[in-house]
């Protein structure tokens, strides 16, 4: 039986590209820590953007390319979404409880815009 390192596990992360950021997660900055025990493996990634309908999916994948490593008999994957808000102009006070604004536009009238916008409200 091989030990297991934190290199041979950040090389098989290397090798599944985040479909979003179109690099892999080592390089895009991703992996937030690599616990490494014996043969259990932990490893958790955290993604600047909802993922929220893939990313169980991925984990899932990772889990298995871990698990394929020699010397790993369980790895566990979590990945956790953290969208930051972003900054508003200086000159302007922050809404209260407002972390982003979506604008809804568009150059013709009747296309659905309040609807949309009071659906993105709920």
């Given at each position: 039986?091989?030990?297991?390192?934190?290199?041979?596990?950040?090389?098989?992360?290397?090798?599944?590209?985040?479909?979003?950021?179109?690099?892999?997660?080592?390089?895009?900055?991703?992996?937030?820590?690599?616990?490494?025990?014996?043969?259990?493996?932990?490893?958790?990634l955290q993604l600047g953007?909802?993922?929220?309908?893939?990313?169980?999916?991925?984990?899932?994948?990772?889990?298995?390319?871990?698990?394929?490593?020699?010397?790993?008999?369980?790895?566990?994957?979590?990945?956790?979404?953290?969208?930051?808000?972003?900054?508003?102009?200086?000159?302007?006070?922050?809404?209260?409880?407002?972390?982003?604004?979506?604008?809804?536009?568009?150059?013709?009238?009747?296309?659905?815009?309040?609807?949309?916008?009071?659906?993105?409200?709920?």
């Amino acid at each position: 039986m091989s030990t297991v390192n934190r290199a041979a596990v950040e090389a098989v992360l290397r090798q599944y590209t985040d479909p979003y950021l179109n690099q892999d997660p080592v390089s895009a900055g991703c992996v937030q820590a690599i616990d490494i025990d014996g043969g259990q493996v932990q490893v958790r990634l955290q993604l600047g953007y909802a993922a929220g309908l893939f990313k169980n999916g991925w984990a899932q994948v990772l889990q298995t390319a871990v698990e394929n490593i020699a010397g790993v008999y369980r790895a566990r994957v979590q990945i956790d979404c953290v969208v930051q808000a972003h900054k508003a102009q200086a000159q302007i006070p922050g809404l209260a409880n407002v972390k982003n604004v979506v604008a809804v536009a568009s150059g013709k009238g009747g296309v659905g815009k309040s609807t949309t916008a009071a659906n993105l409200a709920l």
